[in-house]
């Protein structure tokens, strides 16, 4: 079935390094991918967005990439702060109502 | 700035009690969600709703059901609680603007059913 899944469940990067977390998917009808933030005790917030007909989007100090090739997304974010410190989560979408959300990746920053 | 509201932070029921969770949004948007979050299993939808007064069951509905009498207010309800039901609970909402997907999130009522 369709599945989202993440390479690595935690991450853990010193400070002013970039940070690459990954992400894997399935469903190849999947046209919108979003990349969520979720610090502790808070809901899931969104960071970027990229759709499937390009490759590759930038924000602030954020890149999400994309390879349909290989089904695989990836979140680049340059310069990692600690507070970036979060559970990040891929999230994929064919259009319609329902989004296919990740396990999430735990991306731990050391000062 | 988006708000999403729910109404308890954390929450402690007893098995077979009926529980109401409730989430309150300002934006004005159409589509409304409950999910639930377990750790390893990332989020999980249980139940939708497009507009007011309709609902559509998602991924795992069972053990729940939902109440949108107005457009701002999305109720999840446990008829009866069980300790399978320990959970975070997310709501969410988004506007029913072209294929644009961003959810906003409320803050989550972590539940606990003893």
């Known amino acids: 079935g369709e599945s989202v899944g993440l390479h690595l469940p935690t991450l853990s990067v010193q400070e002013g390094d970039n940070s690459i977390i990954n992400c894997a998917y399935s469903n190849s009808a999947s046209d919108y991918f979003i990349w969520y933030k979720q610090e502790s005790g808070k809901g899931p917030q969104f960071i970027i967005d990229i759709r499937s007909n390009m490759d590759k989007r930038q924000g602030q100090r954020v890149t999400v990439l994309l390879n349909k090739t290989v089904k695989h997304l990836s979140l680049q974010i340059a310069a990692t702060q600690p507070g970036d410190s979060a559970v990040y989560f891929c999230?994929?979408?064919?259009?319609?109502?329902?989004?296919?959300f990740g396990a999430g990746t735990r991306l731990f920053v050391k000062a | 700035d988006v708000k999403v509201t729910q109404s308890s932070r954390y929450l402690v029921k007893r098995t077979g009690e009926k529980v109401f969770l409730e989430c309150v949004q300002d934006m004005d948007h159409e589509n409304m969600f409950w999910y639930r979050q377990d750790p390893g299993l990332g989020l999980r939808l249980i139940y939708f709703s497009y507009d007011v007064k309709m609902k559509e069951k998602g991924d795992i509905p069972e053990g729940y059901s939902v109440s949108r009498e107005k457009k701002e207010r999305f109720s999840l309800i446990l008829e009866s609680a069980s300790t399978n039901q320990t959970s975070m609970y997310l709501c969410?909402?988004?506007?029913?603007?072209?294929?644009?997907?961003?959810?906003?999130f409320g803050p989550g009522t972590r539940l606990t059913v003893l």
């Open positions: 999230a994929e979408n064919t259009g319609g109502f329902k989004t296919i």
């Open positions: 969410a909402t988004r506007t029913h603007s072209g294929r644009t997907d961003t959810q906003y």
